[in-house]
């Protein structure tokens, strides 16, 4: 509740000429003065208040400024109610033709600039003319990200996307398409605003990795791992590739390293109009692993002592063959 | 919330009547304005600082009441404006880089702020 205003302690009216606020002053300290009322403590904060008043409403600026509610009436600055951030705050609205907009709803927002102005309110106002052009812009661009495996990277074909909840799409890979690519899919993005054309979806494609096929170009690389008798006594073995096994021969005596091609099972694509495929290779890696038992050993060591040789007879600089198999 | 008579009292420049006249033309919106009894009315900071924008203008400007709803009128349309477009503000600030960038480039010739 607000305090007693200095008019109201002096009993006078706001429009007060300065010598009326003087008399009354004098008449009501005469009135409630501490020496006139011993022992009367009300009366002395009656006086207190009085001075105040009269402090106040004597001095023409102080007055002033209280009366355009720049002060308070103990001569405090009160904080200044300034318009904008109220305007604008929460509260606001209730004075603004136009309301809230729905969010949902950004054709009213953009027929508020563009195509005819404020549809009116409390406050009337003007209204632009009408006849201008409507206000048009394509709507935005939405980005995604999708993770594909490699054989569908590398072959191509559909993976699901989910564009929001309830919505998806299935999105065509393109045969060879790589990590980091972005596929553009036109229309798919935000709405257009004003009868402009939808935005696109922009997909940025990850390819995750293989456990054993590697990408170089359109060639595809692997390692197969080949037993010791597999390389000394050759074999047809079966061998992975990105469209379904094939059997392969390893000829005989193969050696770690060797690297055999699988012509026309890399990647296949279409580039104006004609087809080119790149080939698999296939590095072999010899692994005693499970055959290295007791025999075998035997059978080296005998073995061995005719058959002298140095593979590292060569070794002056490179590691490379050390490197290959890691 | 704050009382009519609180109003009044804060502002030694406004009267009751006048109040009561500017609550009627709708320049100070209270709740309750329905209610027949300005004791009802029940006015918030928005309004306090309305009235006091409205005497401001007054006082400096001396604009008589046709005037001064004129006045209001456009700056309710500015706010109103104002609003909408820090509302769009937003809205393009928490878009990616991306399309930031695209409407930027959308934005006609002339109608970027210079700096």
Redesign the interface.
């Known amino acids: 509740m607000a305090a007693q205003t200095p008019y109201e302690v002096l009993g006078v009216k706001k429009d007060s000429s300065p010598d009326e606020i003087r008399k009354a002053y004098r008449k009501l300290a005469k009135q409630f003065h501490p020496d006139l009322n011993p022992g009367k403590p009300e009366a002395e904060a009656r006086f207190k208040s009085i001075s105040a008043a009269h402090d106040l409403l004597s001095d023409p600026e102080k007055r002033g400024r209280y009366d355009r509610g720049e002060i308070d009436e103990s001569g405090v600055e009160r904080p200044r109610y300034s318009y904008r951030p109220h305007a604008e705050g929460a509260q606001g609205w209730k004075y603004q033709p136009e309301g809230e907009i729905d969010p949902a709803d950004l054709d009213d927002l953009f027929a508020m600039f563009g195509r005819g102005g404020p549809r009116g309110g409390p406050g009337g106002g003007f209204r632009s003319a009408r006849g201008g052009e409507g206000f048009q812009m394509p709507g935005p661009d939405r980005q995604f990200a999708l993770t594909i495996d490699f054989v569908t990277a590398a072959t191509g074909g559909k993976q699901r996307l989910a564009l929001s909840p309830e919505e998806w799409l299935d999105v065509t890979i393109p045969p060879g398409i790589e990590d980091g690519q972005v596929l553009r899919l036109k229309g798919k993005g935000g709405p257009g605003f004003g009868g402009g054309p939808a935005g696109d979806a922009l997909i940025e494609v990850h390819v995750a990795p293989h456990p054993w096929f590697r990408r170089e170009g359109d060639d595809i690389h692997m390692e197969l791992p080949v037993s010791l008798a597999e390389a000394v006594l050759g074999a047809r073995v079966p061998v992975a590739t990105l469209t379904g096994p094939v059997t392969m021969t390893i000829p005989k005596g193969s050696d770690t390293g060797a690297q055999l091609r699988l012509r026309g099972k890399g990647i296949r694509r279409k580039r104006r109009g004609t087809e080119t495929a790149g080939d698999q290779y296939v590095t072999l890696k010899v692994v005693i692993g499970d055959s290295g038992d007791e025999e075998l050993a035997k059978f080296v060591e005998e073995w061995a002592k005719t058959h002298p040789s140095d593979p590292r007879r060569d070794l002056g600089q490179g590691t490379t063959q050390g490197a290959a198999a890691a | 919330m704050i009382a009519f008579?609180?109003i009044v009292?804060?502002?030694?420049?406004l009267?009751a009547g006048e109040l009561t006249r500017w609550v009627e033309n709708?320049w100070i919106?209270p709740e309750a304005e329905d209610s027949e009894a300005a004791e009802r009315w029940i006015f918030?900071?928005?309004d306090?600082?309305?009235v006091?924008?409205i005497?401001d203008i007054r006082?400096e400007f001396a604009l008589d009441e046709e005037t001064m709803?004129l006045v209001?009128?456009?700056?309710?349309?500015v706010?109103?404006l104002?609003?909408?477009m820090?509302?769009?503000c937003h809205?393009l600030e928490n878009?990616?880089p991306?399309?930031r960038d695209?409407?930027r480039r959308?934005l006609p010739p002339g109608t970027q702020k210079p700096g």
Do not use: C
């Not at chain 2, 009292?9 to 420049?13: L, M, N």
């Open positions: 008579r609180e009292e804060r502002f030694t420049e009267d709708r919106v918030h900071e928005v306090v600082a309305r006091e924008l005497l006082r709803s209001l009128g456009l700056l309710d349309q706010y109103s104002r609003r909408q820090r509302r769009l809205a878009q990616p991306e399309i695209a409407i959308a």
